[in-house]
């Protein structure tokens, strides 16, 4: 076990270090750090002094260490288009997208798991069909569609939630929630129902999929002999059999639905990461790019890594797997 | 009988998509098992016939479209915001209106559509002929020439999809003099969306490859010194193409989905030469003031495309699935 909670953490650390990379060379190679940071009467002599005192004259290795090395303590640089410092940025910016994963992440477990136990448990009848047709429709909608379509409707039409914006926020320390006024979490429905629509498809797939396969195990058909009601054994017995694939779905799918936040926050002009990141990409603002780049990918592995090993801890048939498959590849 | 013919169209079309598929595996041995799965599934029909009629549409946009979007000397500035055709105010031939330019929107669709068709499909195969050929040189070489290839796939795969592309034409955009940048916005956007994908198709060859190379036949090929390449090519690929071909369908859809985000968000296609997802950009800005048609039927133009791609990619799964027949 410690074995392998060591090679899966090495694994993570290199992919981390191998994307570090990658943010570096952007940072680097693609736009001149000076000429993006001074002002257009800066002097030759100025630059240079600025080159020299960024480091920038040093060998690629040495950058690239300082690089990490910076970024493993927090500190992206300075912004390049409105001069403040990337972490407090993007720390001001993490707790609206947070609040909206989290959201969407709750509406599509709510409305997902209970949408497919419906369809494995009535398979075949005229409502799980539509349903199932509807979720080949949720995957086929692009998100910021829906985000256009619910404010054409709810917003335009109807005039009943805000279509953009975050409404009022409360400050808890640091951080600042939507979550307290009723202006916040008016402005969060919409967003969150459209960041959720794929979410919600994905969990009622999996689901389904899964009752197909518990209903058909003996403890189901045991618990329905000895009497129990039927809406029992699928809503409890079966039911919780097949929460463990959710919940790790759910997890995995933390990381996704953060970088696709940066469509809804685009659509709704929500003022996340994710709209600091595009806005960045439009002005060239490399440093923030890197900082949201190496943020979502760390969350990304991190989170991967923990399920990783939360189920070779749970299931130690993984590991063995996991050391035979190491031993064929190397 | 139209109906007839567009299905027939549609199935070669769809049967094209990775195009060794076709001659190896599905012309010989499954054809008639799937042409009638494919009879007897309605849903697979209506969505065939769908993107035939949306392919065809787009592919002769410029014999049936009333005006050519992109020609400005042909937009008449008194011809704007004129809704669409079952409006009072609306008029003939602009059935599906016009934006703030005087731009007929039902043209601009068609020439969206053919962007966004050429797009999603060109970024398939990049992705498929990198991946594929990555994953046989992976799966048949093994020791560090897999370790490299697999690893970057992780590296890949460790960065959600929709970032990977906006680094790829974020950062292309800005290295590019401005004048190429429009020129070359479109395979900038295929390179963006081949490049998270590839590693998907790498991976299923590879895992099929590292099995069918200890097989006898393949030791007996290498012993009558068959070119490796010759037998990644004509013994190992054939044996994997299913899951592929179900994969690229799926891609195809998502490919589009992504390239139409993309351009959305503003990194995609230019507006002088927009994909639907530039069109749905534009509109959106007058969401507002009741011009709800410029934003509206692009949109829906693009859902029709994808649900029917991924209507096609469902059947061919479970259709191709063993374990279902």
């Given at each position: 076990m410690l074995a392998f909670l060591i090679k899966r953490t090495a694994n993570a650390a290199f992919v981390m270090l191998a994307v570090a990379l990658l943010a570096f060379i952007i940072f680097r190679f693609f736009g001149d750090p000076v000429e993006m940071m001074v002002n257009e009467q800066a002097t030759q002599a100025d630059r240079a002094e600025l080159r020299e005192r960024l480091g920038l004259n040093d060998g690629f290795v040495t950058q690239y260490t300082r690089f990490v090395t910076n970024a493993v303590q927090g500190d992206f640089g300075i912004s390049y288009r409105n001069q403040q410092d990337v972490m407090v940025l993007i720390g001001e910016r993490f707790p609206a997208t947070f609040e909206l994963v989290l959201v969407a992440t709750i509406i599509s477990l709510v409305v997902g798991i209970p949408l497919g136990v419906i369809t494995a448990v009535h398979r075949n009848s005229p409502l799980a069909n539509a349903l199932q047709l509807g979720s080949i429709v949720g995957v086929s909608l692009p998100s910021f569609v829906v985000g256009i379509m619910l404010i054409l409707a709810f917003s335009v039409s109807l005039g009943w939630l805000p279509a953009f914006g975050r409404g009022e926020t409360v400050d808890i320390g640091w951080w600042s929630t939507g979550l307290l006024t009723p202006s916040g979490r008016a402005a969060l429905v919409l967003p969150a129902i459209s960041l959720s629509t794929f979410q919600i498809t994905l969990v009622m797939r999996l689901v389904r999929a899964e009752m197909l396969e518990t209903l058909r195990t003996d403890y189901v058909k045991f618990a329905r002999a000895r009497g129990v009601p039927v809406g029992r054994v699928n809503w409890v017995h079966a039911l919780r059999n097949c929460l463990m694939p959710v919940i790790t779905l759910t997890g995995m799918q933390i990381g996704n639905l953060i970088a696709f936040a940066l469509v809804t926050e685009t659509v709704f002009q929500w003022p996340g990461m994710g709209l600091l990141f595009i806005q960045a990409v439009t002005f060239v603002d490399i440093p923030v790019m890197a900082a949201y780049l190496m943020l979502v990918s760390f969350i990304f592995v991190v989170l991967n890594t923990v399920v990783d090993v939360t189920y070779a801890w749970v299931d130690p048939r993984l590991r063995d797997d996991a050391a035979k498959a190491g031993g064929a590849n190397g | 009988m139209a109906n007839l013919s567009m299905t027939t169209e549609t199935d070669t079309e769809t049967d094209t998509a990775p195009q060794p598929a076709r001659r190896a595996s599905l012309a010989a041995i499954r054809d008639s098992d799937l042409w009638y799965s494919f009879r007897t599934h309605p849903s697979a029909v209506f969505a065939a016939c769908l993107l035939a009629l949306v392919a065809l549409t787009a592919l002769f946009a410029p014999w049936i479209t009333?005006?050519?979007?992109?020609?400005?000397?042909?937009?008449?500035?008194?011809?704007?915001e004129i809704p669409p055709i079952w409006n009072e105010a609306g008029q003939w031939p602009y059935i599906l209106g016009t934006d703030t330019q005087g731009r007929d929107i039902l043209s601009a669709i068609l020439y969206g559509s053919r962007i966004s068709l050429i797009i999603g499909f060109a970024s398939v195969i990049a992705a498929l002929s990198v991946g594929l050929s990555l994953g046989l040189i992976a799966g048949y070489f093994g020791g560090w020439v897999d370790n490299v290839i697999m690893r970057l796939g992780d590296v890949l795969l460790s960065m959600p999809f929709i970032l990977i592309a906006i680094l790829i034409t974020a950062v292309a955009t800005a290295s590019l003099p401005t004048g190429l940048k429009d020129v070359l916005a479109a395979p900038i956007l295929i390179l963006a969306i081949a490049v998270p994908s590839w590693v998907q198709y790498a991976r299923t060859v590879r895992a099929s490859a590292m099995v069918e190379r200890k097989k006898e036949y393949v030791q007996a090929a290498r012993l009558i010194r068959v070119k490796p390449w010759r037998i990644m090519l004509h013994h190992i690929l054939p044996n994997c193409l299913t899951p592929i071909l179900v994969a690229a369908t799926l891609n195809f859809g998502l490919a589009i989905l992504s390239e139409a985000t993309l351009s959305f968000l503003g990194v995609g296609m230019p507006p002088d030469q927009p994909s639907l997802g530039t069109l749905i950009r534009i509109g959106n800005q007058y969401l507002f003031s009741g011009l709800w048609w410029i934003v509206v039927f692009p949109a829906v133009q693009l859902c029709l495309i994808v649900l029917s791609v991924n209507m096609i990619g469902d059947w061919l799964r479970d259709a191709l699935n063993p374990k279902l027949r």
């Open positions: - | 009333p005006q050519d979007p992109y020609d400005l000397a042909a937009l008449e500035l008194w011809n704007s």
